[in-house]
């Protein structure tokens, strides 16, 4: 079995989408940046306070309650929250699955494709 490092590009594997199945979600422990419009989907935000309340203080509640670690201000990206293994806050521990998959963010549904530091390479590592 080889090492994988998921902040080593070089580690990574050429995605194919059979590899998901086998996987134990590498890439959910990355860095998951959303903006308001996935934060809507993923329902954390009714699209009425999107509209009327400023994304500075979205961003407050969020992180209170949770959900992000991190605003940036300057072009409205929040960082989704993760837990103390690195995983997702909407990942599954035991199945390794994602549990908001038909309204994930846009950066997950275009990985490994878009939002990748080595495009169309992914931290694939295999289920024991």
């Given at each position: 079995?080889?090492?994988?490092?998921?902040?080593?590009?070089?580690?990574?594997?050429?995605?194919?989408?059979?590899?998901?199945?086998?996987?134990?979600?590498?890439?959910?422990?990355?860095?998951?940046?959303?903006?308001?419009e996935?934060?809507?989907?993923?329902e954390?935000?009714?699209?009425?306070?999107?509209?009327?309340?400023k994304?500075?203080?979205?961003?407050?509640?969020?992180?209170?309650?949770?959900y992000?670690?991190?605003?940036?201000?300057?072009?409205?990206?929040?960082?989704?929250?993760?837990?103390?293994?690195?995983?997702?806050?909407?990942?599954?521990?035991?199945?390794?699955?994602?549990?908001?998959?038909?309204?994930?963010?846009?950066?997950?549904?275009?990985?490994?494709?878009?939002?990748?530091?080595?495009?169309?390479?992914?931290?694939?590592?295999?289920?024991?």
């Amino acid at each position: 079995m080889r090492f994988v490092d998921i902040n080593s590009p070089s580690t990574w594997t050429n995605f194919r989408e059979d590899l998901c199945s086998q996987c134990t979600a590498k890439c959910c422990q990355m860095s998951c940046d959303v903006t308001l419009e996935d934060l809507v989907r993923l329902e954390l935000v009714d699209s009425f306070e999107a509209e009327v309340e400023k994304p500075k203080n979205i961003a407050k509640r969020l992180k209170k309650e949770g959900y992000i670690e991190h605003f940036n201000i300057r072009n409205t990206i929040f960082t989704l929250q993760r837990m103390a293994n690195r995983d997702c806050i909407f990942l599954d521990s035991k199945t390794r699955k994602c549990t908001v998959y038909d309204k994930r963010p846009s950066s997950c549904k275009t990985y490994p494709e878009q939002y990748s530091q080595r495009k169309n390479f992914c931290p694939y590592e295999r289920k024991r």
